[in-house]
């Protein structure tokens, strides 16, 4: 008797453990979200805080796994100097807007992004930055292609 209450020890013990090690390793599997330095930048009256994606690596992390943003909040990509760009929705859990940009800050074009898509979308012609924000707060704020943003980072 004494040895078969050692064994069902031994054995939830065991079960224990092992559930243990399986939550320990779901959670090493979910990713870590990323929080990047800020910036305040205008747009006419509107501000916004916006976090700054500079480095190749946090360019290609950028709102990837984030499951909300604030209303005037984003993200600004630096590209340096003008490029190609484009920006697709890898792991990325909200609809975004992003707005392309020249060295000026001056908006290029205006694209809508679906959640978790890889669909391409780029600037019309070369670009110096992106910024994303929530789905359609360019439209709700009437903010097109022509206008200026301001505060950008170098």
């Known amino acids: 008797m004494?040895?078969?209450?050692?064994?069902?020890f031994f054995l939830r013990s065991a079960a224990a453990l092992l559930a243990l090690g399986c939550l320990s390793s779901a959670g090493a599997q979910t990713p870590q979200v990323r929080r990047f330095p800020t910036t305040?930048?205008?747009?006419?009256?509107y501000l916004i805080?916006?976090?700054v994606a500079q480095?190749?690596?946090e360019r290609e992390q950028g709102l990837m796994f984030r499951e909300k943003m604030a209303d005037n909040?984003?993200?600004?990509?630096l590209f340096g100097q003008p490029a190609g760009v484009c920006m697709w929705m890898k792991n990325t859990l909200i609809p975004l807007s992003v707005a392309f940009m020249d060295e000026k800050g001056v908006i290029i074009n205006i694209e809508e992004m679906k959640e978790q898509t890889?669909?391409?979308h780029c600037a019309k012609r070369p670009a110096v930055y992106a910024l994303e924000m929530n789905k359609g707060w360019f439209k709700q704020k009437?903010?097109?292609?022509?206008?200026?943003i301001e505060g950008l980072p170098r």
């Open 2 to 8: 004494r040895q078969s209450s050692l064994s069902r």
């Open 40 to 45: 305040q930048l205008n747009i006419g009256i």
């Open 49 to 51: 805080k916006a976090e």
């Open 55 to 57: 480095t190749e690596a």
């Open 73 to 77: 909040e984003g993200m600004v990509f």
């Open 118 to 120: 890889l669909d391409s």
């Open 142 to 148: 009437n903010i097109k292609p022509g206008a200026r």
